[in-house]
C-alpha cells in the first residue's frame, strides 16, 4: 500500500484518464477532465502534471484564451483493441487451472 499521498490521487487520476481523449482531436481541457466527479480543480492539475511527467498524457494548446491547453492519452491501450463500432474490446486468451493460456 502506498502513502496517504499516493492513495489519495489514485481516485483522482483514475477520473482524469477515463476522461481522457485518445487522440490529439479528441483532446480535452481540465474542466471537461474532470467532469461528472467531485475531484478539486487543483488536484485534477496535480494529477495531469504527474502524469504528463510520466508521459501518460500529451499537452496541445498555448494555454490563454481561447487556444486552452487541453491533454489526450499517450498510451495505447496494450490489452484492449478498438473494434469497428468503436467500442473497446479487451483481448484475452483462455486460461488454464496451472495459469498457462490455453
Do not use: C, W
Not at 490521487?9 to 467532469?35: F, H, I, M, Y
Not at 488536484?43 to 500529451?58: D, I, P, S, W
Amino acid at each position: 500500500m502506498g502513502t496517504q499521498n499516493e492513495v489519495s490521487e489514485q481516485e483522482p487520476e483514475l477520473v482524469v484518464l477515463a476522461n481522457t481523449g485518445d487522440s490529439e482531436a479528441n483532446a480535452k481541457d481540465l474542466d471537461e477532465l474532470r467532469d461528472g466527479s467531485e475531484v478539486a480543480r487543483t488536484t485534477t492539475q496535480r494529477v495531469v502534471k504527474k502524469l504528463l511527467g510520466e508521459k501518460r498524457l500529451t499537452q496541445i494548446g498555448k494555454g490563454k484564451k481561447g487556444n486552452a491547453f487541453r491533454y489526450f492519452s499517450s498510451e495505447e491501450d496494450s490489452a484492449q483493441t478498438t473494434r469497428i463500432d468503436g467500442h473497446k474490446e479487451i483481448n484475452s486468451e483462455p486460461v488454464s487451472a496451472g495459469g498457462v493460456a490455453d
